[in-house]
Structure formats: C-alpha cells, structure tokens
C-alpha cells in the first residue's frame, strides 16, 4: 500500500469497487458486480417505521471508556421522569452490549411503562456468550433492530453506540438517513488521548451531514471525598473539551465530574439520579438533559439558543 | 518460530525474527489497553528486552501520542513498511495506522473487510527485525480486526493475550465476551490486569475505588486464569501519556510504577512455560 487510505466509498456508491480505495479489500468483486448499487429497501420500510417517533439522537464518541452507554442510560432516565414523555432506548454495540447491565434489566424490555430498552445483550443466554460477528451481520442485525421492532409512539429514541468510527456507525446513519435524525450528543474525557477520536467523529458527523447537538465532557475532574480537594485524574492538557469545542465550534453542553456512585449504580442497574439526587454529577448531567431537549423542541429560533 | 530461516527464492517472513508476541485484548473500550501495551513496553524495555508495539486499532491509534512518535514519517524496505523508532537507542519500534494518516483529525470509516485486509498487511509486511517481544495493541471489541489480527498471527504461535479490565461490572461483562473470544479462537490467555484500580487523593491520601472495586480478581478467578495485577489511578500516568514521557523511567515513587513493573515481570518470568 503505497497510498494514504481514503474511505470506502460504501457498498452502495457508484463508486463501489472502482475507486482507487478499492484495490486490494476482499468485497472489491461484489461491490463492482454492482450488487450493492441498488438503494436498500429496508431504508424506506425503517423511514416508515420512524413515523412514530418524533426525536432521533445518537449517541456517539470514537473513543471508548468515556462513558457513552452511562449518559444514553441516564438521559433516558430523565427524560422519562415525566411520565408523559415515551422513550426509547436502543444499544447497538453488537459486540459490547453495556445497556441492559446500566439499565438493570436481565431480559424484560421496558424499565418503566414509558421507557423500554432493546439491546443486542437480551438476545444472548449466557453473559459469557460473545457475539463475534463481522461488520456484514452486524449490519444486519441493526437492520433488524430498526426495522422489525415495534417502536410505538415514541417522543425520544436514543441511539447508544459502540466506540470508533465503523460499521455500526455508517449503516445506523445510513439506515436511518430517510427518517431524520436530530443530531448526535458526543461524549468524551478531558484529555488529549480522547480528544484526538473524538476529532474525528466530529468530522465523520460533519462527512454524514449528522448535526452536533454538542459535547459532554465526563469524568471532569474528581472530588475527593475526605478532604473535599479536586483532582483531575485525567489532565486536560491540551484544553480539554472546551478547547476543542472552541476549535471545531461545536457546543459544550456540560461537563460532569466523577463521582463513585456513578460506577456503583450502573453495577447494580440503577438510576444515579436516585442514588445520589444532590451529586454535583446529577446537577451536571440534569442540566446537559435540558440543553438537549431545548435542541429537539426549540421554543425559540434556534439562532438564539445557539448564542445563549 | 524463532529464526525461522530463509527458503530458497522466498522472503524471510518478517514476523521471523521476533521471539514472542503478545495480544492485548479487552472487550471494553477505555479501560487502558493502550496504555498497558505502551508501559509494559517500557518495562520489557527497562528490562533490557527490544520491543515491538503493532497498534491494530484503526478507528483510534492512541500509542504514537503515548510514545511521542505523532506525526512521524513511515518509510518501506523490500521487506515492507520499517516500522518507526521511538527512542535514540532504537529499542522500542512502533507501527501504527496513525502513521499513514495525511491528517490526524480525519476519521477512518473503514467497514469490516477493509480493515481486515490491512491488518493482514500490518501483521505481514512490517518489517520489525529482531525483537524480543511484540505487543499488539487491540481496538475494544470481538469483531473484523481481532479475527483477523489472530488469525494473521496464528502461523507465528503468539504467546498468549493479556485480558485488560477495570472492577466494576460493566467492563468485566465485556471482557468475559472477550474471554470466550480467545476460548473459541484458540489464543491462550496469560491473565488478567485490572487498570483504574483505586484511586489515593494526592492531597489526603484517602483511598477511593471510583470505578468500583473487585472486578478483576474475581473475574480471574473464575475464568482460572492468573491474575497479573492492579494498576491504580494516577494522575502522572495519564499525563506523561498525553506527553508521550517515560514513565517507568520518571516516576519510579508513583503507585502505579510498582504495579506495572511488577506486570512485566510475570510477564517475564511466565514466558518460558507459555511457550509449552
């Protein structure tokens, strides 16, 4: 390889298997036979199903650990406080499937009668099960997962995502590119080792035209509980979120700062919004909540929330 | 596999010349794999080992920031790619897709068998030399790029994966997926290090277990792996890797420091039964 790697121009492209990225992956043939040109039907069908719900967002990072599945766990947690309000919460990491552990769920799908859950993980029996399955059937199985469930009326339908940029991440965009999503919320910590993925999915959602509602940046410093000094364990030595968000101009929703009845609650499978209702965190993580739904249903032009 | 020797009319493979070869394998994003594989790296390093480090993690090549080789050139032998030296006595060699990107904000959004097509590459064309150890730095997950990082690795005979976890819950759910990955793929398992493992306030000195406590040792247990040792939270870690310092060199008094030496040093004297 002699080339810098361009991105695959996706199966479905005219350029499917004749672009000089092409050269050497193993679909090369399949995709210039031109089998994959044909716009996928499902597309439609899913646009279909979208119908009934109102609110779209994903839930991305690039970089792992930041805790993407604990913010989709408890955003749909708040916003399913109100009772009138129907959420909808779906885990596409295939192979990771964190949700129904943080959601405390062994297999029931609904964690209260207005928020249910779908997640590859009910599909396993054992939680030794691995699901080590090529980007194709992972495809597939998101496919399914938007298509065959039926979402009912929902107001909020959060994505949760595995980290990267990658299969899961084109074709949930891809699938859901008739049914408009609103935007994607992207997680990251203070440092430059996360900063540097989560520069790049900002780019691959500027690349998909998937608006940024904005960044949260977690584990933002950590409150002894002793002697009530801060420490940042993890630097933000080149900024951190806010420096990028100033960079790239995107919206810094909030930050969060660690706090050790988050990991202890998403052990147990419970809301950190009961466990500790005062915790700096759950202030932070209630005023991210309301910036979001402010995004989704503007009671303003949305030029003037942007400079608010 | 050590010096496998040159038939006649075709090249050497350039895995030939590396010893040992270890996979860092989690599951779970975020709980320090890069990390791990860069300092025991540094610690097989300090042990007077040449190292090698494959960074097979396309989406988010973390290491060449850890090892303060950001943005360095990648020239080609007739042997394939030469991997780039990281410090002066060319002791530790890095090979990275960091190192083939034009701009290091630009997202690779490769599907499934693009990446698996280059990670044979990485496994095939390098040309790494001699070296003690290689340690191949995994992206989180169970899907295109770790089977096709085993199965390009499988005619070199790794020595085994190294489970990364943090305690609580959620990661060892993972890595028990990861586990049954190796099982079934037939890779073995020389055990597991748990990372995040408490954290001692610089101020007070109270110890607390932010990431929750336990996961790792008990996940060992059950999965009748050893238990290679907790890594606690330390502040200077994180920030010598975001400056891609030494830190086995410059922090010897750190908590971490005693763990991590203590990790290679298993590793060490684990190896010649491995080969078995």
Same mark, same amino acid.
């Given at each position: 390889?002699?080339?810098?790697?361009?991105?695959?121009?996706?199966?479905?492209?005219?350029?499917?298997?004749? /672009?000089?990225?092409?050269?050497?992956?193993?679909?090369?043939?399949?995709?210039?036979?031109?089998?994959?040109?044909?716009?996928?039907?499902?597309?439609?069908?899913?646009?279909?199903?979208?119908?009934?719900?109102?609110?779209?967002?994903?839930?991305?990072? /690039?970089?792992?650990?930041?805790?993407?599945?604990?913010?989709?766990?408890?955003?749909?947690?708040?916003?399913?406080?109100?009772?009138?309000?129907? $959420?909808?919460?779906?885990?596409?990491?295939?192979?990771?499937?964190?949700?129904?552990?943080?959601?405390?769920?062994?297999?029931?799908?609904?964690?209260?009668?207005?928020?249910?859950?779908?997640?590859?993980?009910?599909?396993?029996?054992?939680?030794?099960?691995?699901?080590?399955?090529?980007?194709? *059937?992972?495809?597939?199985?998101?496919?399914?997962?938007?298509? +065959?469930?039926?979402?009912?009326?929902? +107001?909020?339908?959060?994505?949760?995502?595995?980290?990267?940029?990658?299969?899961?991440?084109?074709?949930?965009?891809?699938?859901?590119?008739?049914? %408009?999503?609103? /935007?994607?919320?992207?997680?990251?910590?203070?440092?430059?080792?996360?900063?540097?993925?989560? %520069?790049?999915?900002?780019?691959?959602?500027?690349? $998909?035209?998937?608006?940024?509602?904005? $960044?949260?940046?977690?584990?933002?410093?950590?409150?002894?509980? %002793?002697? *009530?000094?801060?420490?940042?364990?993890?630097?933000?030595?080149?900024?951190?979120?806010?420096?990028?968000?100033?960079?790239? *101009?995107?919206?810094?929703?909030? *930050?969060?700062?660690?706090?050790?009845?988050? /990991?202890?609650?998403?052990?147990?499978?419970?809301?950190?919004? $009961?466990?500790?209702?005062?915790?700096?965190?759950?202030?932070?993580? %209630?005023?991210?909540?309301?910036?979001?739904?402010?995004?989704?249903?503007?009671?303003?032009?949305?030029?003037?929330?942007?400079?608010? | 596999?050590?010096?496998?020797?040159?038939?006649?009319?075709?090249?050497?493979?350039?895995?030939?010349?590396?010893?040992?070869?270890?996979?860092?394998?989690?599951?779970?994003?975020?709980?320090?794999?890069?990390?791990?594989?860069?300092?025991?790296?540094?610690?097989?390093?300090?042990?007077?080992?040449?190292?090698?480090?494959?960074?097979?993690?396309?989406?988010?090549?973390?290491?060449?920031?850890?090892?303060?080789?950001?943005?360095?050139?990648?020239?080609?032998?007739?042997?394939?790619?030469?991997?780039?030296? #990281?410090?002066?006595?060319?002791?530790?060699?890095?090979?990275?897709?960091?190192?083939?990107?034009?701009?290091?904000?630009?997202?690779?959004?490769?599907?499934?068998?693009?990446?698996?097509?280059?990670?044979?590459?990485?496994?095939?064309?390098?040309?790494?030399?001699?070296?003690?150890?290689?340690?191949?730095?995994?992206?989180?997950?169970?899907?295109?790029?770790?089977?096709?990082?085993?199965?390009?690795?499988?005619?070199?005979?790794?020595?085994?994966?190294?489970?990364?976890?943090?305690?609580?819950?959620?990661?060892?759910?993972?890595?028990?997926?990861?586990?049954?990955?190796?099982?079934?793929?037939?890779?073995? #398992?020389?055990? #597991?290090?748990?990372?995040?493992?408490?954290?001692?306030?610089?101020?007070?000195?109270?110890?607390?277990?932010?990431?929750?406590?336990?996961?790792?040792?008990?996940?060992?247990?059950?999965?009748?792996?050893?238990?290679?040792? &907790?890594?606690?939270?330390?502040?200077?870690? &994180?920030? &010598?890797?975001?400056?891609?310092?030494?830190?086995?060199?410059?922090?010897?008094? @750190?908590?971490?420091? @005693?763990?991590?030496? &203590?990790?290679?040093?298993?590793?060490?004297?684990?190896?010649?039964?491995?080969?078995?």
């Amino acid at each position: 390889m002699e080339e810098v790697p361009h991105d695959c121009p996706g199966a479905d492209s005219t350029q499917a298997g004749r /672009g000089p990225s092409c050269q050497g992956c193993p679909n090369q043939r399949l995709c210039a036979s031109g089998a994959g040109a044909a716009p996928d039907p499902a597309i439609e069908e899913i646009k279909e199903k979208m119908k009934t719900v109102k609110h779209k967002i994903l839930i991305l990072s /690039g970089k792992g650990g930041v805790g993407k599945s604990t913010f989709s766990a408890h955003l749909a947690h708040g916003l399913a406080e109100d009772e009138n309000t129907q $959420v909808a919460l779906l885990d596409i990491d295939i192979c990771g499937p964190s949700i129904p552990k943080i959601m405390g769920l062994e297999g029931e799908q609904y964690v209260e009668d207005n928020l249910g859950v779908m997640s590859v993980g009910f599909l396993l029996s054992s939680p030794d099960d691995a699901v080590i399955w090529r980007g194709p *059937k992972k495809n597939g199985m998101i496919k399914q997962f938007l298509r +065959d469930v039926d979402w009912g009326d929902v +107001d909020y339908l959060l994505v949760d995502t595995p980290p990267g940029t990658s299969d899961e991440h084109l074709s949930v965009v891809q699938y859901l590119a008739a049914a %408009r999503i609103d /935007g994607a919320v992207i997680v990251t910590t203070p440092q430059e080792v996360s900063l540097q993925d989560v %520069r790049k999915e900002i780019n691959f959602c500027h690349k $998909v035209a998937l608006p940024v509602i904005g $960044v949260v940046e977690n584990m933002s410093g950590f409150v002894c509980p %002793r002697c *009530k000094k801060e420490s940042q364990i993890f630097p933000p030595t080149t900024g951190g979120a806010e420096g990028m968000c100033q960079d790239l *101009k995107v919206p810094l929703l909030g *930050k969060v700062p660690l706090d050790p009845h988050i /990991g202890e609650s998403c052990d147990k499978g419970q809301s950190f919004f $009961v466990e500790a209702p005062n915790s700096p965190a759950t202030l932070a993580y %209630r005023s991210i909540i309301q910036k979001i739904q402010e995004f989704c249903t503007p009671r303003q032009p949305k030029e003037d929330l942007v400079s608010s | 596999m050590a010096g496998a020797g040159e038939l006649a009319g075709a090249e050497p493979g350039n895995l030939s010349g590396v010893r040992h070869i270890i996979l860092v394998l989690s599951g779970k994003g975020g709980v320090g794999k890069s990390t791990i594989s860069t300092e025991l790296a540094l610690a097989l390093r300090h042990e007077g080992k040449k190292v090698g480090i494959l960074d097979v993690d396309l989406c988010g090549p973390s290491i060449p920031r850890m090892l303060r080789a950001q943005g360095k050139a990648v020239h080609q032998c007739d042997s394939g790619w030469v991997p780039v030296f #990281v410090d002066q006595e060319q002791s530790i060699s890095l090979m990275s897709v960091g190192f083939l990107l034009e701009n290091p904000d630009e997202a690779v959004v490769w599907r499934g068998p693009k990446k698996s097509a280059l990670i044979k590459q990485f496994v095939s064309d390098v040309a790494w030399g001699e070296l003690d150890y290689l340690v191949v730095d995994t992206p989180p997950g169970t899907s295109d790029e770790h089977m096709a990082t085993v199965e390009a690795l499988r005619p070199y005979r790794p020595l085994g994966a190294l489970m990364v976890t943090t305690p609580q819950a959620v990661s060892v759910g993972d890595v028990r997926r990861e586990l049954t990955f190796c099982r079934k793929t037939g890779l073995q #398992v020389m055990g #597991v290090v748990e990372n995040m493992s408490g954290f001692a306030c610089p101020h007070c000195a109270a110890c607390t277990n932010i990431f929750s406590r336990g996961g790792g040792e008990e996940l060992a247990r059950r999965a009748g792996v050893p238990f290679l040792g &907790s890594v606690p939270l330390d502040p200077e870690l &994180s920030r &010598s890797l975001e400056e891609g310092r030494d830190f086995i060199q410059e922090f010897p008094k @750190s908590p971490a420091f @005693s763990a991590l030496t &203590s990790i290679a040093r298993e590793i060490l004297n684990a190896t010649p039964a491995l080969l078995s």
